[in-house]
Structure formats: structure tokens, C-alpha cells
């Protein structure tokens, strides 16, 4: 009897058989998106779920809105310099305009008038140089009755003075003829040079400063625009935002099947509290632990039985030495925990098998979790000799039990005959699992 406990409590070494496995599926943990009060729940435990299925709605009516007012009294300030920018410039066009009007009817007065004023210059000038051509004559004239001394010096000299004097008129209006042709090609040109065009000189400057003036306008306008327009996409931002920490929805981002729920409605949560878990029971897997020794017979491909299960056969898919914290956080469960020289065979349902194995009742079973994730299983390879120990021990002591309860005790019975009957009975199933795992021979 102490070879038996001992043995079923000891390490299997070199058993076909584990009692220590557990069923498991990848683990997809859903959090809060934003702080807020959740509402109602539009799903619950062990529903299943798809991509972009909602399971909550979170609402947050403490939201900060402070910057979304100073962004947006910054872009009513840019508007308003944007709109007296628009004004100035319409302004200042509206003046050049006007100024220009002005100017184009002085130019167009004094093109008049210079026209007008150099006809009557080009008259003077020829009228004076027929006088000095007449003088002229006159002086010739005398000048032969002197030589011929018939006439005086004293006739002579006025006249020449005359002469001289008509000419230098000549002269002059011929100048005052050049100077209004020059004034005239100069306003045609542009240029306002001299007394008679200094008014309309004043006016071209004061149009070339306010033409300045809007252009200067309509580049302040193009820079108002565009900070406009970058502060409204900040504020369309900022309000997006503030939607988005208004209310949000807790969706399932994997498909699954719903295998825990943090919250109720009504709860006051934190972005980045968990939900919800979700497993994904396509992907379910068997994690077994078997010693070393069985490292090459329980080798990838290996098909195995599996007991208090939903599925009741499956094939290893891969065996693991070890495992660590970091991939646990990855599963629904915990991988069991393995003694020294032991490994992990990750046995996936076998995709035949679509019978549902009625097994032994377990406590923690599918009735409370999805796809019997964490429920303890028996798995056993295909054509086992040696059983596990703490199987047959525990298939014997529910034998004995169930033996006892249909017997009952006599009223004679020593604790030695229970006894006896007991190791009988244990011997029994022995044999009956040892006969069961030898191959049938034809």
C-alpha cells in the first residue's frame, strides 16, 4: 500500500499517460479606450463575439475643454484680423483706383495744354524769325548806303541793335518751343518733371505708396488665410477628440468567444482598464506535462486520447522544455506547473474527431467557462502500456467507493477486511488498464 501512494504522488517517469494537463486557448484582452462610466453591456460571458462587435459603451462627461476654447478664441482672433485685412486691402484698391482716374484726367489736360501752348510757341518763333529776317535785310541795306557814303554810321547802328535784339527773341522762343516739346514727351512717358507737373507728380506717388499698401494687404491676407485655416483643422482635431473621450465603444478587435467580464454598468473606469478577455476556442490546445523520458515517443505527430473533455482525441503539435511569465499573460490559464525533468506536449483537438465525448463531470467544467478552458484532462497516447499511477489510483478509489456504497457495511466487518477488498478491487483495475493498453492481436 505505500509503494501505491508513493508511486502516485512521485514524478511519472516513464508513464503514456497525465493527469496533469489543462485545456487553454489564446487569451485577447480588451481594455477601456477612455476614463469615464460604463454604460450598458451589449454582451456577456461565454457570448461570441466577431471583429467590430460592440461589448460596452463608455461615457465621460468630465472632459477637459479648455484647450478647444483657446484654440478656438485663437481662430476668432485670426479671423477678425483676417476680415480688417480684407477691408484695408479692398480700401486701398478702391483709392488707386480713384487715383488713378484723377490722374489720368490731369495727364490728359495738360497733354492738352502743352499741345495748345507749343502751337502758339512754334507761331512766336516764326514770327520772330521773319522780324529778324526783315531786320536783317534792313541792315544790309544800310550797310551798302554807308559803303556808297550815303548814309551815316548813326542810321547804321540802331538798326543793327535791332537786328541783334530780334534775333536773341528768335532765340528765346525757340527755348520756350524745346522746353513745352520736352514737357510734352515727358508726361507721355511718365516722367513729371517741372512746375506744371508737380500736382500730378504728387498724386503718382501717393498712388505708388497706397498700391504698395494693398499689396502688402494681400500678402498679410494669404498669411492670415492659411494660419486660418491650420488653427480651424486644429480645432476640428481638438473636437474629434474630445468626441472621441466623450463616448467610445469597447469592440473585439479578434474573434472569440467572451470568457470574462470586469465591469458592470455604472462603474467608473480608467483608459487601459481591462473589460474584457476573450479566448479564441478555434485555437484551443491541450498543455500536458510528461517526463523526459517520453520526450521521443511523445513526439510531434503523436496522436493521444483525451478524457474529460469536450473533444476525446488529439495530436501533439509541439513539445515545450519550459515556459515563462511573459507567455502565460498570452493564455486564459496558466500553464501547470512542471517538476524537475518534465516538459510540456501542446496537443491541439484532432479535426476528425466531431463526436462530443459524454466524460466524467468536472466542477469548473463548460458549464462556467467557454470551450472547457482550465478544466483538467487526461491524456493518454495511442497503444499506452504503462498507465499513470495517479490515474489508477484515482480510478480506484472511486471504484472502491462506488463498491462500498453498493455493499454497505456488515455489521461484522473489521477495518482489515475493508481493507482487503479494497487492494483487491485496485488490483483488478490494474490489470483491466494493463489489458486495455496491450494491442489486440489477430
Known sequence: MSVLLVSAVAPPIIADQSDRAVVN???????????????????????????????????NARVDESALMALEQKTSDERAKLEATKQKKESDRAYVNALDSEISSQTETLRTQFQSEIVALRAKVAESDSLSGAKKALVDRQSTLVA???????????????????LHNADAERAKLNQKIAQLDALQKGIYVGDDLVAIGILVQKRRDISLDATRMQIEEKELSASLRDHQSLVDKERQRLAILADA?????????????????????????????LVDCDKRFVA???????????????????????????IVEA????????????????????????????ITPDERDSEVVNSEPVATSSETTPCTVGQWVTVTKDKALIPSMSVTWHRAEKLIASWNADKGPAPGDSKKSTLSAGIAALIAEFRS??????????
Open 148 to 166: 556808297r557814303n550815303v548814309a551815316s554810321m548813326d542810321m547804321l547802328n540802331p538798326t543793327k541793335a535791332q537786328y541783334s535784339a530780334a
Open 319 to 346: 513539445i515545450l522544455p519550459k515556459t515563462t511569465d511573459k507567455v502565460d499573460e498570452r493564455y486564459a490559464v496558466p500553464f501547470p506547473q512542471t517538476e524537475r525533468r518534465e516538459l510540456y506536449a501542446i
Open 25 to 59: 486557448a489564446p487569451l485577447t484582452l480588451l481594455t477601456a479606450p477612455i476614463d469615464g462610466e460604463v454604460g450598458s453591456l451589449s454582451k456577456q460571458i461565454r457570448n461570441a463575439v466577431e471583429p467590430g462587435d460592440s461589448l460596452a459603451r463608455i461615457s
Open 433 to 442: 488498464a494493463a489489458s486495455a493498453a496491450q494491442p489486440a492481436v489477430p
Open 249 to 277: 465603444d469597447v469592440t473585439a478587435s479578434t474573434p472569440g468567444t467572451i470568457l470574462t467580464m470586469g465591469v458592470t454598468p455604472g462603474r467608473r473606469v480608467n483608459a487601459g482598464d481591462a473589460v474584457a478577455s
Open 288 to 314: 500536458a506535462i510528461f517526463s523526459y523520458r517520453q520526450s521521443q515517443s511523445m513526439k510531434v505527430g503523436t496522436r493521444v486520447h483525451i478524457d474529460n473533455a469536450d473533444f476525446k482525441s488529439g
